[in-house]
């Protein structure tokens, strides 16, 4: 029971940055995104919160997984895991509030390394943890180039 409410709360943490993120992006979305140069690999805009509702759930599965571990063993993890929440938060107000492809890309480049290293640390704790993140990493690779492509040729 106990780490079946520690899933739960983790995946209420993970959409509620989500659903606070998306507050600072609604603007943008309508104002300043849909008139950029994007690849033609960009995904249409109904899949964006369906990937990411899938993401966030996954990802507070993850940590949920470990929370009750000994802090030794999760200690590394769970900074890893709040450092990629919070650059994640960010990415959001540095690319779409702020309307900086530039720092966006910088963020995200440190999203994806965090996630990568959150990924690999987890992987000896919990294995299913690392497992439920790898769409997240295909996620980030894709996002990670959309920025670049739009940094560039806007």
């Known amino acids: 029971m106990k780490k079946f409410l520690s899933i739960i ?7 509620g940055v989500g659903f606070t993120a998306q507050y600072f992006q609604s603007d943008a979305l309508t ?31 993850s940590i949920g997984l470990i929370w009750h571990k000994p802090t030794y ?15 994640n938060f960010m990415w959001s107000i540095l690319f779409f509030a702020m309307q900086s492809p530039m720092l966006g890309f910088f963020d995200i480049l440190l999203l994806d390394i ?9 992987y000896s704790v919990n294995r ?11 996620w980030l690779v894709l996002a990670t180039y959309l920025n670049a492509y739009i940094l560039i040729a806007n």
């Open 9 to 15: 709360i983790a995946i209420a943490i993970c959409f």
């Open 31 to 61: 104002s300043w995104y849909p008139f950029l140069e994007k690849p033609s690999i960009t995904p249409p805009n109904y899949v964006f919160p369906i990937a990411w509702g899938i993401i966030y759930l996954f990802m507070g599965i």
């Open 73 to 87: 063993v999760r200690f590394i993890p769970l900074w890893l895991f709040i450092g990629q929440l919070f650059l």
């Open 114 to 122: 965090f996630v990568i290293l959150y990924t690999i640390h987890v």
């Open 128 to 138: 299913l943890s690392a497992w439920l993140f790898i769409p997240y990493i295909i």
